[in-house]
């Protein structure tokens, strides 16, 4: 139980290592085949569109843990009192900027659905699923916080 726990609590970090695990591996995949004179077109789009879930549920990660760069001019230019109020307005900026990319990544990936990759040929907007699935996991830790920072104790800037 305690590990299944641990697991879907962790669940992009886990994700987001195994694509990585899978950029790595595909690239020198590629590297050692060309050493052989041979041609393995799809390490290379494999290792992109790894890249690229990497990155995203990457993203999700770091918010979650609060380990991201923070720009904290606002906090020492107002005074202390003023805190909350920064944090309420970056975190309502920041859910309508995801809540943005949730609602066109979703429409991409339904457009690119259809439309297969070239040396995969997996549909690409299984791709392009890495915008609105990062996007809701940015919107539900960001709701979290917000509920924090409003209702509960200030926690730290995210």
Not at 78 to 100: A, D, E
Request: net charge positive; glycine share 4%.
């Amino acid at each position: 139980m305690k590990n299944s726990k641990f697991i879907l609590s962790n669940l992009e970090e886990f994700a987001s290592v195994g694509f990585f695990l899978v950029m790595c591996i595909s690239v020198a995949l590629g590297v050692f085949a060309r050493f052989f004179d041979l041609s393995l077109v799809w390490t290379d789009e494999l290792a992109r569109y790894s890249f690229i879930w990497s990155v995203l549920l990457g993203t999700v990660v770091v918010f979650k843990h609060k380990t991201h760069i923070a720009v904290d001019v606002m906090q020492s230019v107002f005074p202390k009192n003023m805190t909350k109020v920064i944090h309420v307005l970056v975190h309502v900026g920041l859910l309508f900027f995801v809540f943005i990319l949730l609602r066109y990544g979703w429409m991409l990936t339904q457009q690119t659905w259809g439309v297969p990759t070239t040396s995969l040929e997996i549909p690409t907007g299984l791709v392009y699923l890495a915008v609105p699935v990062s996007s809701f996991l940015l919107c539900l830790y960001t709701l979290i916080e917000l509920y924090k920072v409003t209702f509960k104790k200030l926690s730290e800037p995210a």
